[in-house]
């Protein structure tokens, strides 16, 4: 059956309320609990990483204080480096990609605090602009207002999604880069100028792969996806 008429008003209404939907869970989940998180120890190593370029000019190296032994994120600025600062004892970092430690590192040198909420918030609010990329993807696959607004609601209000959103790692940003590159392939396909959008797509997944190198097999699915 053919989709009632959605006037432009009554579409950016909805759009809009799904959008605060977002921002208040997310918002309202980090500000109740922002440092009792799953993976804090990766997030950890990250923040050693970027602690370590930012005041020792060492790159891609961890100098341990403690053992990660706590199941809550612990920011860098709470921990006493003066000691492991002046004896230091590096070693190379193999945890985890190093995208999210360079991440940290610009974030903190333009703030000058070493903590982690920066980066989630930065995270939260790309999140929601996610909210806005999975509604349009649906709106130009299946041409139905209803089921744009249906998936960007979902996406706002599915609670694993926004667990993984306000953990400071390479995860969440391995989401936002697999949404964002369809996106983009998508526009490749419908513009004249398809090698631009490709060009994006391209740069969008080669910065990804910092964060979660398995980015990349996404490359190979869109060229199977336009086979005859």
């Not at 921002?23 to 500000?31: C, E």
């Not at 610009?106 to 903590?115: F, K, L, V």
């Not at 139905?144 to 209000?157: E, H, N, P, V």
Request: aromatic letters at 12%; hydrophobic letters at 50%.
């Amino acid at each position: 059956q053919p989709e009632p008429r959605w006037s432009r008003r009554r579409r950016v209404t909805w759009v809009v309320a799904i959008l605060v939907m977002a921002a208040s869970l997310r918002f309202g989940w980090l500000a109740l609990n922002s440092h009792s998180i799953p993976f804090a120890t990766m997030a950890e190593e990250s923040g050693q990483v970027a602690h370590n370029i930012i005041t020792n000019g060492r790159w891609f190296v961890v100098n341990d204080v403690k053992p990660y032994d706590h199941p809550w994120l612990e920011d860098p600025a709470d921990r006493d480096y003066q000691y492991a600062d002046r004896h230091p004892q590096y070693r190379q970092s193999i945890l985890e990609p190093p995208g999210p430690a360079v991440l940290l590192a610009g974030i903190w040198s333009i703030t000058g605090d070493q903590r982690f909420i920066y980066m989630q918030v930065l995270q939260l609010l790309i999140d929601c602009v996610m909210v806005l990329l999975v509604y349009w993807l649906s709106l130009r696959l299946f041409k139905r207002t209803s089921a744009a607004l249906l998936a960007g609601g979902l996406y706002a209000i599915y609670l694993p999604l926004i667990q993984v959103a306000r953990i400071p790692h390479g995860d969440a940003w391995a989401g936002f880069a697999t949404i964002t590159a369809l996106a983009l392939f998508l526009k490749a396909r419908e513009s004249r100028h398809a090698w631009r959008w490709l060009a994006a797509t391209g740069a969008v997944l080669g910065v990804a792969a910092y964060f979660r190198p398995t980015v990349l097999v996404l490359p190979v699915a869109f060229a199977l996806a336009v086979l005859p």
